[in-house]
């Protein structure tokens, strides 16, 4: 079992920039793919980009592709996500989310493959 935890989130200007964390308990980090999701007020939770459990493979959404870097430090038990060139459409609650049970190179992509989620981070674009 894992227990996620994530930071960094805050109020940001339009073009900005904000680094979130995602801090992990337990020594078996490095088990799971890690995934970044994010709900803004009256939609559905969307994927934003997720990572291998090995960090070698990632994958991001196409409304993040080239603004947003997902990286993790399995030493540290950490994933980040690096989020550059903000828009008021990146306004969301952010969660981190780990799934088990896949290879070491693959990305998870769907939410209902994560099997742990964290509490979730509130970032907010002003325009």
């Known amino acids: 079992q894992v227990q996620l935890v994530e930071s960094g989130g805050g109020l940001v200007q339009a073009g900005g920039s904000l680094r979130l964390s995602c801090a992990a308990s337990g020594r078996t980090f490095s088990s799971y793919g890690i995934g970044w999701f994010r709900q803004a007020p009256g939609r559905e939770r969307e994927f934003v980009a997720g990572?291998?459990?090995?960090?070698?493979?990632?994958y991001y959404a196409d409304s993040v592709e080239g603004r947003f870097t997902i990286s993790r430090d399995n030493a540290k038990n950490a994933v980040y996500l690096q989020m550059n060139s903000l828009q008021s459409e990146d306004t969301a609650v952010y969660y981190c989310?780990?799934?088990?049970?896949?290879?070491?190179?693959?990305?998870?992509?769907?939410?209902?493959?994560?099997?742990?989620w964290g509490q979730g981070t509130q970032v907010t674009v002003s325009s």
């Open positions: 989310a780990a799934a088990s049970r896949y290879s070491s190179n693959y990305v998870v992509r769907k939410e209902p493959n994560y099997d742990y």
């Open positions: 990572i291998s459990r090995s960090g070698t493979s990632t």
